[in-house]
């Protein structure tokens, strides 16, 4: 069962632009491919694990 939480899309999709740029050739540095993993990391909520399961 798929619990819905206050995951926050509308920071997610201004992010997505960022996926796209990575995709079409990895024209960003390695250093700001990482620096957005981490933001995306960030953006789920501590608990989204534990309250999912």
Request: charged fraction near 30%; hydrophobic fraction near 40%; glycine fraction near 2%.
């Amino acid at each position: 069962i798929y619990i819905s939480h206050d995951f926050n899309i509308e920071k997610w999709k201004k992010e997505v632009k960022n996926i796209d740029r990575v995709n079409s050739g990895m024209k960003e540095s390695s250093s700001k491919v990482a620096a957005f993993i981490d933001k995306a990391t960030e953006a789920v909520p501590k608990n989204f694990i534990n309250e999912s399961i």
